[in-house]
């Protein structure tokens, strides 16, 4: 799998989940780790960051939950919009994937 084609899996998948959930950065590397040869989930950071503007960024989280970093109060409007709960400042463990 090229980097381009990398890049296009993460974005796909992050179009996947569904309104009310969200994945960790971790988990959408372990998703694609035997497709792509690639497991990092500082990886699919970098590329949210350059290239998640047009799927729902938001619903990508770090480890425990922690909201993107510099985006937080944005990603928790949407995230409140969409029903998910909360911890203090971290998204629920039940709304994770």
Known sequence: ???????????RMVEAIPPGR?????AIADALADE?????ARRIGTIMAK????????RV???????PPGH???????????????RGDRVAASAIN
């Open 72 to 86: 937080e109060n944005e990603a928790r409007r949407r995230l409140t919009a969409e029903g998910v709960p909360f």
């Open 36 to 40: 792509s040869g690639r497991n990092s």
């Open 22 to 26: 969200v994945m960790t950065y971790g």
């Open 1 to 11: 799998m090229t980097p381009e084609e990398y890049t296009e899996a993460v974005l």
């Open 61 to 67: 989280v770090g480890a425990g939950g922690r909201l």
């Open 51 to 58: 290239h998640g503007g047009g799927v729902p960024w938001h």
